[in-house]
């Protein structure tokens, strides 16, 4: 199994700003998703990030708004950049384990005015 | 038509009441997995599933790859498993990447 630790665990942003939030997992992962949970909705997909290469982002997401680092195999960054009150979500992290398994962090709830 | 559905949306039982939350896809998969999401946000995976039932504890999950269809089972409801609980399949091919159901939010009562 893997550990996953998000930080922070919340945050209010003022409009504009920019939030980057840090994903740790205890065991060396090749693959690290980023999915982001908006109110009353389900979890969307916003990239894949493997170390060493550029993250993959999914259709709707880009990497100005949402640049994505992965300095090693056990840590990646996700930042929301210029925040506007729709970018008011859960953000979670997760990574994939041996056979199919996924692993999910306690996500960060992040709250734009 | 979302890839993932889930009924009911929501669901409202009484401690103790056996309790089961449906989950119909319509792309192959590799594998399937039922999720619990508490309100603070974070979630645990409970089961993943590619064939047949696995149980545990108050839990069971079923599958059938056939009729692209699953249940979670909750025996012996309590309140604290109040939560909302979110099937997501991983497509064939797509390497770990998972589609989520919208979730089903389920509150026990005493």
């Known amino acids: 199994s893997a550990v996953i630790s998000q930080k922070p665990s919340r945050d209010i942003c003022q409009r504009g700003t920019s939030l980057t939030i840090q994903c740790q997992v205890d065991s060396q992962v090749t693959m690290m998703f980023w999915y982001r949970q908006q109110p009353g909705q389900s979890l969307t997909l916003i990239a894949t990030a493997n170390q060493g290469s550029e993250a993959t982002y999914e259709s709707g997401f880009v990497i100005d708004k949402f640049p994505i680092s992965r300095p090693n195999l056990t840590f990646s960054t996700l930042t929301v950049s210029n925040m506007s009150p729709e970018d008011s979500s859960i953000y979670l992290c997760?990574?994939?384990?041996?056979?199919?398994?996924?692993?999910f962090g306690p996500g960060t709830r992040l709250t734009v005015t | 038509k979302n890839e993932v559905e889930q009924s009911p949306q929501n669901l409202t039982a009484q401690e103790g009441e056996f309790i089961t939350i449906n989950c119909s896809y319509s792309?192959?998969?590799?594998?399937l997995h039922w999720l619990q999401q508490h309100p603070g946000g974070g979630i645990v995976s409970l089961f993943m599933l590619s064939s047949g039932k696995k149980k545990h504890g108050r839990l069971i999950a079923t599958i059938n790859i056939q009729e692209k269809h699953s249940s979670l089972h909750i025996t012996a409801s309590h309140p604290r498993d109040s939560a909302v609980y979110i099937c997501a399949v991983q497509n064939t091919g797509t390497a770990s990447k998972l589609t989520f159901g919208t979730g089903t939010r389920l509150q026990v009562t005493l």
């Open positions: 792309v192959g998969i590799s594998a």
């Open positions: 997760s990574v994939g384990g041996s056979a199919y398994e996924q692993y």
